[in-house]
């Protein structure tokens, strides 16, 4: 559909991979086409959380676990709230609690090397003009 196509297109210039709220879509032809995205597996829309009464509080965590040959791998930092409090627990003993043990380690990530110097000043959001870039790819 010529909607979703125009959905599809402005959802990757402004947004990315990043969450966003129909609302903010600019035209309503994008917003028409949202379903049909959702329906062929290009988008995944968030539940909305709510509770029984309108004044309760929400809180959704979430965490990136990596299943590696060696056991599962935490890759974000453990979230301690402790204004937060659930009837909701992960069982202990568990392979989901031991990952999500706030005593895991968390492997930084290493700068890559090799990367091209840009010479003059890089602006954000423009194509740089008169710049080379040079590489070395022996």
Same mark, same amino acid.
């Given at each position: ?32 086409? @949202? ?6 597996? *290009? #988008? $995944? /829309?968030?539940?909305? !959380? &709510?509770?029984?009464? +309108?004044?309760?509080? @929400? ?6 676990? *990596? #299943? $590696? /040959?060696?056991?599962? !791998? &935490?890759?974000?930092? +453990? ?22 043990? +706030? ?36």
């Amino acid at each position: 559909m010529k909607a979703s196509r125009a959905a599809f297109n402005e959802i990757g210039e402004r947004f990315s991979v990043f969450p966003f709220s129909i609302r903010s879509l600019r035209s309503t032809l994008s917003r028409l086409g @949202v379903p049909e995205l959702v329906n062929r597996g *290009l #988008l $995944t /829309p968030y539940a909305t !959380l &709510r509770t029984p009464r +309108p004044t309760e509080p @929400v809180a959704h965590f979430k965490a990136t676990i *990596l #299943l $590696t /040959p060696q056991g599962p !791998l &935490r890759i974000t930092l +453990p979230q301690s709230m402790p204004f937060v409090h659930s009837k909701y627990t992960v069982v202990e003993g568990t392979t989901a609690a031991a990952a999500l043990a +706030p005593q895991n380690e968390v492997r930084a990530v290493k700068e890559p090397k090799g990367l091209p110097d840009i010479a003059g000043e890089v602006v954000f959001g423009r194509k740089p003009v008169d710049v080379e870039v040079t590489m070395d790819l022996s």
